[in-house]
């Protein structure tokens, strides 16, 4: 069955840089979630999309900003990088009936140096 | 705000036997879902079972089953037969109808041969 897809899974940045992390959620999903885990912590909730609106917000700075297109596909945009945000990003997608357990992606590890 | 507590960081078990994660939750809302996440050394996230609020009857998935008590709200999952594949960070998570997944911090298991 098909997952839950992110880009790059890898990426290294040095501080003050920006980023774009993608996700492409599982087909027929329609809402999309961002989670960021660092070292040793849970996985905190960034933001949601549903039917490409923001339907969610958690705890994402300022400098971090995200959408989801037509294809429901979503981006994350990291500027202003500091070493703080190394950390695994996640995204998660759930389908719009049924027990909306979310489905996570393998997640993409930044690095900041 | 809802808050989600594994009080245990680290468990362990003999390869075969049983072992029960705790996991408490605290919310003012009636109508809720709790899942449990494995999170082997890959880092990917793995739902494991899921459990909806409304539901008496304690969710099983082969050899993974929940002892969800509401009232005293109180979610712990059991292993039963365990295998050293199951060796990994297990998390609780709770989400509401149309709201973002808590993570609790997370339990470490070791399955022993």
């Known amino acids: 069955a098909a997952g839950v897809i992110q880009s790059p899974r890898h990426l290294i940045k040095e501080k003050r840089e920006t980023a774009t992390l993608k996700c492409y959620p599982i087909p027929r999903h329609d809402t999309v979630y961002w989670y960021q885990q660092g070292p040793g912590q849970d996985p905190q909730f960034l933001i949601s999309f549903y039917e490409k609106m923001q339907s969610d917000k958690g705890s994402i700075p300022d400098r971090f900003s995200a959408q989801q297109f037509s294809d429901y596909h979503s981006e994350l945009n990291m500027s202003s990088l500091e070493l703080g945000d190394s950390a695994l990003y996640f995204c998660?997608?759930?389908?719009?009936?049924?027990?909306?357990?979310?489905?996570f992606g393998p997640g993409t590890r930044l690095t900041v140096t | 705000a809802q808050t989600v507590t594994q009080s245990q960081p680290e468990m362990s078990v003999q390869e075969a036997e049983t072992v029960t994660l705790s996991c408490t939750y605290d919310t003012s809302e009636s109508d809720y879902y709790l899942f449990w996440y494995k999170q082997p050394p890959s880092r990917q996230m793995i739902l494991v079972i899921r459990q909806e609020a409304y539901k008496q009857q304690n969710a099983t998935e082969n050899r993974f089953s929940v002892n969800f008590q509401k009232a005293a709200k109180s979610f712990s999952l059991k292993i039963s037969d365990s295998q050293l594949g199951d060796a990994a960070m297990y998390f609780c998570?709770?989400?509401?109808?149309?709201?973002?997944?808590?993570f609790g911090a997370g339990t470490r298991l070791t399955v022993k041969p």
């Open positions: 998660a997608s759930s389908a719009p009936t049924g027990l909306y357990e979310q489905y």
């Open positions: 998570a709770y989400r509401t109808f149309n709201n973002d997944m808590r």
